[in-house]
Structures are given as structure tokens and as C-alpha cells.
């Protein structure tokens, strides 16, 4: 399966507590996003890199979230000190043009 | 502001019929749209897309068609069937810099449900 890959599917954590997340893009694409959905809403967008570089941030991108993508491979996306508000589905994408291809997602719920 | 929207939250279609899904868009900035399908549990799947120098793209069952002036878009799949029910989302990218690139902006989405 050459698509985009992302882990874990689901996570559970405590108020308070670090979550980090992984995204594999599809291989020879250059661009990644991460969006965050909630229910009954479309995918908003957090951030966007293109290669290693994070060429822009959402507002709604708070500074407890940070998201890097090392040499320009895979990325990862950490939450810290999460709240309630946080649970939602983390979704990745990437592209080469226009067009953007999405993982299965990251389910988190934060009790 | 909600600069996709789509104002249907829900569609209900025999099979075999036609389905029309709508979409409109508040940026003039958007140059291009697509559609995703998205099953529960899993990620927003590619359908179509149409650039807006154009007015209509066809592919197989699905065919978007975009009117600049009124700002609107609608995605037909015809014939309808079962497997085609889930949510679907449309989505606008901006022109930025001359090229747009993959900033998606996305309305609230319409849960199609294609009866047997």
C-alpha cells in the first residue's frame, strides 16, 4: 500500500498529557498537511510544510501544538497539555500538485 | 467565515437516479475545487476536481460543474448507487503567488444516502 499512513488510528489520553502523532506521506510527494476534523464539520487545516520547510500556520494552530517534518519525510504532530477540546480526528495529506491525498487519520479522545 | 459552504446537510436518492450535490464558495480567490468522499472511520477520498477555467469535468458516474458567477459548484453522479452513500465534502484551493497549492478549504459536507 503506497498511500499516505498515519499512527496511530485511535488514541485515548488524559487531560494533561502529551500526544504525539505520526504521518508517512506518499513517497515522492513533496507536500504535507495536517487538518483536524470534528464531528459534523469539514477538515479544517493546521499547518502545511513543503519538504522540511512549514510554510504556514492556522490561527487555530495553538502554541501547545508543534508539528515538524524532519528531512522532509514523514511528520509528526505533538499536542501538549491537551484539553478536552482537543479531541477530534487528525488528518494527514499529502500532494505533489493540487490535488491532496489523505490518511486514514488519528482518532484522539481526551478524558 | 464559512467561505465553502454546503447547505445541504443531507440527500436521500433511489438508486439509479440521479444525485446532485451543491456547493458554494465565497473567495474569489479560489481557482480550483474538488470533491471528496469520505466513509466513516477513515480519511476524505479524492473524487473529481475542476479548475475554473473550466465549466464542467466528467469522470465516469461523477461530474462537477462549476459557474464562476454565481460562485456555485455541484457534483451529479448518476446512475446513484448503494455503495455511493457517505459523506461528501467540496473543498476550494486559493491562488496564491500565481500557483495554487494545497491549503484546502472545505465545506461542512452532505451525508448522501443512495437507497436499494
Known amino acids: 500500500d503506497t498511500g499516505v499512513s498515519q499512527n496511530p488510528r485511535h488514541k485515548i489520553t488524559k487531560r494533561g498529557q502529551n500526544v504525539t502523532f505520526r504521518c508517512d506521506p506518499i513517497s515522492e510527494h513533496n507536500r504535507l498537511y495536517w487538518y483536524r476534523q470534528t464531528l459534523g464539520q469539514g477538515p479544517e487545516f493546521l499547518t502545511y510544510f513543503q519538504n522540511e520547510a512549514q510554510l504556514e500556520k492556522s490561527r487555530l494552530l495553538s502554541d501547545r501544538f508543534s508539528a515538524e517534518r524532519p528531512k522532509g519525510s514523514f511528520s509528526t504532530l505533538e499536542i501538549q497539555r491537551t484539553e478536552q477540546g482537543d479531541s477530534a480526528m487528525y488528518l494527514c495529506a499529502s500532494s505533489l500538485d493540487r490535488v491532496a491525498y489523505f490518511g486514514p487519520g488519528t482518532r484522539l479522545t481526551v478524558t | 467565515d464559512q467561505q465553502v459552504k454546503q447547505n445541504s446537510p443531507s440527500l436521500s436518492v433511489q438508486e439509479g437516479r440521479i444525485s446532485i450535490l451543491n456547493c458554494d464558495y465565497t473567495?474569489?480567490?479560489?481557482?480550483?475545487f474538488l470533491w471528496y468522499k469520505k466513509y466513516p472511520a477513515e480519511g476524505p477520498t479524492f473524487l473529481i476536481s475542476?479548475?475554473?477555467?473550466?465549466d464542467k469535468n466528467e469522470d465516469g458516474r461523477f461530474t462537477v460543474f462549476l459557474n464562476k458567477s454565481a460562485k456555485h459548484l455541484s457534483l451529479h453522479i448518476v446512475p446513484s448507487q448503494p455503495g455511493d452513500s457517505a459523506v461528501y465534502f467540496c473543498?476550494?484551493?486559493?491562488?496564491?503567488?500565481?500557483?495554487?497549492?494545497?491549503?484546502?478549504?472545505f465545506g461542512q459536507g452532505t451525508i448522501l444516502t443512495v437507497h436499494p
Open positions: 473567495n474569489s480567490m479560489f481557482d480550483y
Open positions: 473543498a476550494a484551493l486559493a491562488n496564491a503567488g500565481g500557483t495554487s497549492y494545497g491549503k484546502l478549504t
Open positions: 475542476i479548475s475554473s477555467i473550466k
